[in-house]
């Protein structure tokens, strides 16, 4: 966030009650559209921002689903039964997980039914120890790096795949990467502004690597410095929110493979270099996302949502009235956090910020 920003409340709320069914006429009208063959690929202004990444080639044991092997129809891979990892429940077929060198972590894996199931689990680096029927402790490799843990469930085949990165232990990230320094917490919430552990180290070849369905690692990267290796950090529970609601938009008619994440981890030297004096800025935490859908054309700014002809704050609006609308859902209580509205400027489009820090807050710039 850019430090023009206005906060207008933590509690802000749509005061319309017909803005959603508003919403909802505007996409039925598009769909309507579409399947007639009458809306054309909208018409958008010069990218003002950058470009999504596109994935790399490289191991097929991490990327899951290849470009080539996506459709149009979306489909948000959800798992078929349940893998606990440490705290973390994990949602999709495939989901990364950050840790520590030598961390150990409980796994165990479970399924909706009353049939009994014998998973297997395999890992490729690490330690594994069985502790009962479908409960494991994996030792993390010593050394930072990527490991991959596949759970299978032989009766039908399908897996849970996750993406382990063993981070760089915090104080020791080399010394010509410029992370800066973490400001220490604020009375009010400090739990939630703990400085991270530890880094992921990003090399070329990782930044294609899936860490949950429709995202892969290098989306989040800082922009601070060319050249490699980069370093970042980044929870889990975003990663969660951010495919829960490019679900809702897919079911909602804004169709898009993933959203363009125009910002993710920043470190607290980057963020103070480019103007930014929010100390608590999330994006130093690892929680927070500065998002847009770029599919038609992909060209780095916000598509014409609302098939007016342009790209402007109202797209950005439309997309924060979905995360604003999916807000109150069960599945989206343990991922309660901030939501900013932007319009554009001379150096970017219009976008939206989420985040998962843990209570709630909105403002528009």
Request: aromatic letters at 10%.
């Amino acid at each position: 966030m850019f430090w023009h920003v206005m906060i207008l409340s933590t509690m802000f709320m749509f005061s319309s009650p017909t803005w959603w069914s508003d919403l909802g006429a505007v996409l039925a009208q598009a769909r309507a559209g579409d399947s007639a063959g009458a809306i054309q690929p909208p018409n958008k202004p010069v990218a003002l921002g950058p470009a999504p990444g596109t994935p790399t080639a490289t191991s097929t044991a991490f990327m899951g689903k290849t470009p080539s092997q996506r459709t149009d129809v979306f489909s948000p891979d959800r798992a078929a039964f349940t893998v606990r990892f440490g705290d973390l429940t994990i949602p999709y077929q495939v989901m990364g997980a950050f840790v520590l060198p030598g961390e150990q972590v409980q796994i165990e894996a479970d399924r909706a039914d009353a049939v009994a199931r014998n998973f297997e689990l395999r890992a490729a680096g690490g330690e594994l120890a069985t502790e009962g029927p479908n409960r494991w402790t994996w030792t993390a490799p010593g050394a930072p790096g990527l490991s991959s843990i596949t759970v299978l469930d032989p009766s039908s085949a399908e897996s849970v795949q996750l993406n382990v990165f063993v981070m760089v232990p915090t104080g020791e990230v080399p010394s010509g990467y410029r992370i800066g320094s973490y400001p220490a917490p604020p009375h009010r919430h400090s739990e939630s502004y703990v400085a991270p552990r530890g880094f992921i180290e990003v090399t070329p070849e990782l930044e294609s690597v899936l860490i949950a369905p429709h995202f892969h690692l290098g989306q989040f990267v800082c922009k601070q410095q060319i050249g490699y290796p980069k370093f970042l950090t980044l929870r889990e529970p975003l990663l969660v929110k951010l495919e829960l609601l490019l679900e809702e938009a897919n079911h909602q008619g804004l169709h898009a493979e993933s959203f363009s994440v125009m910002s993710g981890y920043r470190t607290p030297y980057y963020n103070r270099a480019i103007g930014n004096v929010t100390t608590f800025s999330r994006h130093q935490y690892g929680d927070a996302a500065d998002i847009f859908i770029d599919e038609q054309p992909k060209d780095g700014v916000m598509d014409d949502l609302n098939h007016d002809g342009r790209s402007d704050v109202a797209d950005a609006r439309l997309l924060q009235g979905l995360v604003e609308h999916t807000a109150s859902r069960p599945e989206f209580q343990p991922l309660i956090g901030g939501l900013g509205l932007y319009g554009p400027t001379s150096a970017h489009g219009p976008f939206v910020h989420v985040d998962v820090r843990g209570f709630k807050a909105r403002w528009e710039s």
